[in-house]
């Protein structure tokens, strides 16, 4: 009940495309989902996060899009850039017994943007 | 504002071992997670700390332990090393609790058992 799965593992999008990552959660307690990007040698980046009363939140380039009864959830990049090339991973947190900060990740995306 | 910080990056230990690594979090911030980065197991939550407190745990041995101290500066300590404790350790910190808090997280400190 407590895991994120994540999928594709990994990505391959050409530049100016649009990539997109989807994550699915079974503890309906949960209320939080960050989204975080990750490059080698260095520890996630928080990108952006919502919670289940919105069902959308955009910032920048990045969309957020949540489907609560679906409980899933999933993280657009618009016009992907070579620079957006790294792993991402989704989470999720909640407040109940032994949730608070704690955040459960999913497996990670490895995205790869070409020219 | 600076970030989280992790010391030291690296560390090469021995099997049976122990070893000490410290957060600094970001000013202002009162609570520090820790979590451990394998490529097998992916992102693991190992406790969180806030005002001097262990207020969760997740689910590692009693060798990992940890604490915080009244900067909430905090430092995590592994008994007995294990190859098996080869791992990213990551830090997180944020301005309080509860599960809507943004967490930030330093570079980690990249662990590696002989």
């Known amino acids: 009940q407590q895991q994120v799965k994540q999928s594709p593992q990994s990505l391959i999008v050409q530049k100016g495309g649009i990539s997109i990552i989807n994550c699915a959660y079974e503890n309906t307690a949960f209320d939080y989902f960050p989204w975080y990007q990750q490059f080698p040698g260095k520890g996630p980046a928080l990108l952006i996060a919502i919670r289940p009363d919105v069902s959308e939140k955009k910032e920048g380039r990045f969309t957020i899009s949540f489907n609560k009864s679906a409980k899933q959830f999933s993280l657009h990049i618009m016009d992907s850039q070579p620079g957006d090339s790294a792993t991402y991973f989704c989470a999720a947190s909640g407040s109940f017994t032994g949730g608070g900060n704690k955040l459960t990740f999913g497996t990670g995306t490895q995205l790869k943007v070409e020219l | 504002k600076a970030g989280v910080t992790q010391t030291p990056r690296y560390l090469i230990k021995t099997r049976g071992q122990q070893v000490t690594l410290s957060c600094s979090p970001i000013?202002?911030?009162?609570?520090v997670s820790w979590y451990q980065q394998t490529p097998g197991q992916g992102l693991q939550f190992l406790f969180e700390y806030f005002s001097e407190t262990q207020r969760n745990k997740g689910n590692f041995p009693g060798r990992f332990s940890g604490r915080q101290f009244s900067n909430s500066r905090s430092e995590m300590n592994v008994s007995t090393l294990e190859l098996g404790d080869s791992a990213l350790y990551l830090c997180?910190?944020?301005?309080?609790?509860?599960?809507?808090?943004?967490?930030?997280f330093g570079d980690g400190t990249r662990l590696s058992i002989l």
């Open positions: 997180a910190s944020s301005l309080d609790r509860g599960s809507n808090q943004p967490q930030h």
């Open positions: 000013s202002g911030h009162r609570s």
